[in-house]
Antibody, heavy 119, light 108 residues
Framework: EVQVVESGGGLVKPGGSLTVSCAASGFTFSTYSMNWVRQAPGKGLEWLSSISGGSDYVHYADSVKGRFSISRDNVKNSLFLQMNRLKAEDTAVYYC????????????WGQGILVTVSS | EIVMTQSPATLSVFPGDRATLSCRASQSLRGHLAWYQQRPGQAPRLLIYGVSTRATGVPARFSGSGSGTYFTLTISSLQSEDFAVYYCQQYESWPPITFGQGTRLESK
């Protein structure tokens, strides 16, 4: 069974840093691109970043470019999002999502992890 | 960036009736359109990709259609578990991948 499980969320002060992680299982992790999508409280979905299976290609939304960094460890079947210079508007549930093999859609999602940026 | 606009924001429908949700793109998508369902407190779930192809395990009462810039998701006979928020997503031009703002489907 495909599973992705996020961890590492919490409360951080504005300007601070945090890294959220995603542990994957039930599929050949290295052959799938992975993504981060977030959802601010009561709001819609916002795609943040993607990384190809071999880490050759990474992409970011303008809202996080230069502040957030996506990476992966194919030995440990893990995905990461390092978040720097955090702002109050970064407060959201962060989802790890597997990209479908045949389209840039998201066929498996984690349960999400809450990141709160507040003083 | 392709802007996705969903309508209506909220749709009230009786259980057992048909619901039709709309999604409009700011430019042609050439079929690169997906739909997701999000129930309260849960992660989104992929329903439809490629405008009309149901994802694995999605019931046949869900159908997608459309072309160019206008797309619809139809749920033919609403079950209690279908009352949720629905999002469309384009993957024609990226980055960024963009979603609509969502349609809340509620029971009348």
């Amino acid at each position: 069974e495909v599973q992705v499980v996020e961890s590492g969320g919490g409360l951080v002060k504005p300007g601070g840093s945090l890294t959220v992680s995603c542990a994957a299982s039930g599929f050949t992790f290295s052959t799938y691109s992975m993504n981060w999508v977030r959802q601010a409280p009561g709001k819609g979905l916002e795609w943040l970043s993607s990384i190809s299976g071999g880490s050759d290609y990474v992409h970011y939304a303008d809202s996080v470019k230069g502040r957030f960094s996506i990476s992966r460890d194919n030995v440990k079947n893990s995905l990461f999002l390092q978040m720097n210079r955090l702002k109050a508007e970064d407060t959201a549930v962060y989802y790890c999502a597997r990209e479908s093999w045949n389209s840039f859609t998201f066929d498996h999602w984690g349960q999400g992890i809450l990141v709160t940026v507040s003083s | 960036e392709i802007v996705m606009t969903q309508s209506p924001a909220t749709l009230s429908v009786f259980p057992g009736d048909r619901a039709t949700l709309s999604c409009r793109a700011s430019q042609s998508l050439r079929g690169h359109l997906a739909w997701y369902q999000q129930r309260p407190g849960q992660a989104p779930r992929l329903l439809i990709y490629g405008v009309s192809t149901r994802a694995t395990g999605v019931p046949a009462r869900f159908s997608g259609s459309g072309s160019g810039t206008y797309f619809t998701l139809t749920i033919s006979s609403l079950q209690s578990e279908d009352f949720a928020v629905y999002y469309c997503q384009q993957y024609e031009s990226w980055p960024p991948i963009t979603f609509g703002q969502g349609t809340r489907l509620e029971s009348k």
